[in-house]
């Protein structure tokens, strides 16, 4: 396979059944998503975080479909070879399968994605199945599923009792049977993690939901240490992006007022007989 080819469905069963783990992050620009998939990222998830991440809002519920569809065209401009995956907001998927159906094409039509992504388990397989039979793939998302913070008890791990556990399983198992190409398990014990990948057919991926899974994901403010809101467990930042940022924002302040920038090497220069000219044109308009 060519290093640039555009990765497909296929292609990420494939590397499931190679037992080679596959790599997810989010983006929301068409900059950072360039980079991630110059970088060789398997995945990117054009997420509805970018609300908070981007936005500023305290929680994913205000991200609309034309902002989410906006966000996810500049990603997909960006990308050769990563899989994209729009992440549909709330209230774009709950109310209908119409609904469902139409919002998830604008996703791929508007968009460019390559699938979509909804929150919830069995109580979101109907939306699920109607998505697919319209030929939309689709990604389970299950375990803490921020959209639904409030009817799950907040922002926190899943499955920690053995009856929410079970639940989990159990949805995932329906989740695929209803058509879902990959599940993503969010803030979900390992163990029990480890008891979905087992039992599935379907790649699944974990943000928060331990290593036996097939793949990770992560939210890209987080790594790069520019979201300051919170960090969650599971975590890791591999660079203080912030700290870069924020020195250079202070070098340049500081340069600008102490005249040290701009020096005559960023200045444009008007060409020596053309500087005459004006002199001369100047002159004879007094």
Not at 39 to 65: K, Q, R, Y
Not at 216 to 226: C, F, K, R
Request: net charge negative; hydrophobic share 45%; with cysteine.
């Amino acid at each position: 396979m060519s290093e640039r080819k555009k990765l497909t469905i296929p292609d990420l069963y494939a590397m499931v059944e190679r037992g080679e783990k596959i790599t997810f992050l989010t983006a929301y620009d068409y900059p950072t998503a360039r980079l991630e998939d110059r970088a060789g990222i398997d995945m990117i998830l054009v997420g509805d975080s970018g609300a908070m991440c981007l936005l500023g809002h305290e929680t994913t519920l205000p991200a609309t479909m034309d902002f989410m569809v906006e966000i996810t065209a500049a990603v997909s401009r960006a990308v050769e070879r990563a899989f994209v995956v729009g992440d549909m907001p709330y209230m774009s998927y709950q109310p209908s399968n119409e609904l469902a159906i139409k919002n998830a094409g604008r996703f791929i039509s508007e968009g460019g994605a390559d699938a979509v992504k909804l929150e919830g388990g069995a109580r979101m397989a109907e939306r699920v199945e109607a998505i697919v039979k319209a030929g939309i793939p689709v990604m389970g998302h299950i375990g803490l599923t921020p959209q639904a913070a409030t009817l799950i008890g907040g922002l926190k791990a899943q499955g920690r009792t053995a009856e929410t556990a079970a639940r989990l399983i159990e949805d995932a198992k329906v989740l695929e049977e209803a058509g879902a190409f990959a599940i993503l398990l969010e803030a979900i014990p390992a163990r029990v993690a480890e008891i979905i990948v087992r039992n599935a057919t379907v790649p699944i991926l974990s943000i928060g939901s331990g290593a036996a899974c097939h793949g990770q994901l992560l939210i890209v403010h987080d790594i790069l240490n520019l979201f300051e809101a919170f960090t969650p467990k599971f975590v890791k930042v591999y660079a203080d992006v912030a700290a870069v940022m924020l020195q250079a924002f202070r070098e340049y302040i500081e340069e600008v007022k102490s005249g040290k920038f701009p020096t005559p090497d960023h200045e444009y220069r008007i060409p020596k007989e053309e500087w005459k000219r004006l002199q001369e044109m100047l002159d004879e308009g007094r």
